[in-house]
């Protein structure tokens, strides 16, 4: 019942660009920040964008973020085969008051 | 070196309860919120419950409102997460995480532990 939406899917070639979109409402994103996360196999979630488009410390600059009104972007650039993972956001939503993580995009690097 | 560790997963009957915990190291626990995040197989991650550093302010999601109980003790470090009345459906690997000190993102997850509700 996610309220939160994501495509399922997204792929690219070696040295590409991709982006990943996440669509919310007002409640959620329209209001608060969101964060990204990715989930390799085998590992926990790391964060990967938090605040929008801020990176912790070690996360490469190819990976960056943005949003507008109630919908952000993760964008990936120069993809690498290690970036195969699922990639998912999430936002606070004022309304339900609860954490809500987009249903993730299984990213493949083909 | 900031460490989650998650114990207290098994397998458990319909309607059991079970009881997580989340050993944290590395970080002054208590200044830090704290939540429950689970993975069930073949499907996304979902947020389930956030605990503030003073244990005053929780949060739960609707699917486990009423059966999951979230808490901490801040002289263990330990984050813990009471899980009763167990369905089917509760079946999932369970991560702890870390957030930042505003709690607007969690910056530290732990390595997860399974939880199977059999019938």
């Known amino acids: 019942q996610s309220v939160v939406t994501q495509p399922p899917s997204a792929s690219g070639t070696p040295g590409q660009r991709v982006t990943i979109s996440c669509s919310g409402s007002?409640?959620?994103?329209?209001?608060?920040?969101i964060n990204w996360y990715q989930h390799l196999p085998h590992t926990p979630p790391k964060l990967l964008i938090y605040?929008?488009?801020q990176r912790p410390s070690g996360v490469p600059d190819r990976f960056s973020g943005s949003k507008s009104g109630t919908s952000a972007s993760l964008a990936i650039s120069g993809l690498q085969s290690e970036d195969e993972a699922d990639y998912y956001c999430a936002a606070w939503d004022d309304r339900l008051q609860v954490w809500l993580f987009g249903g993730g995009t299984k990213l493949t690097v083909l | 070196e900031m460490v989650l560790v998650e114990s207290g997963g098994g397998v458990v009957q319909l309607g059991g309860s079970l009881r997580l915990t989340c050993a944290a190291s590395g970080f002054t626990f208590g200044d830090y919120p704290m939540n429950w995040v689970r993975q069930a197989p073949g499907k996304g991650l979902e947020w389930i419950s956030y605990?503030?550093?003073?244990?005053?302010?929780?949060y739960y999601a609707d699917s486990v409102r009423g059966r999951f109980t979230i808490s901490r003790d801040n002289a263990k470090n330990s984050l813990y997460l009471q899980m009763n009345n167990l369905r089917a459906e509760d079946t999932a690997f369970y991560y702890c995480?870390?957030?930042?000190?505003?709690?607007?993102?969690?910056?530290?997850w732990g390595q997860g532990t399974l939880v199977t509700v059999s019938s």
């Open positions: 007002k409640s959620n994103i329209g209001t608060h920040a």
């Open positions: 995480t870390k957030d930042d000190r505003t709690g607007w993102y969690s910056e530290h």
């Open positions: 605040s929008d488009n």
């Open positions: 605990i503030n550093g003073e244990s005053k302010i929780m």
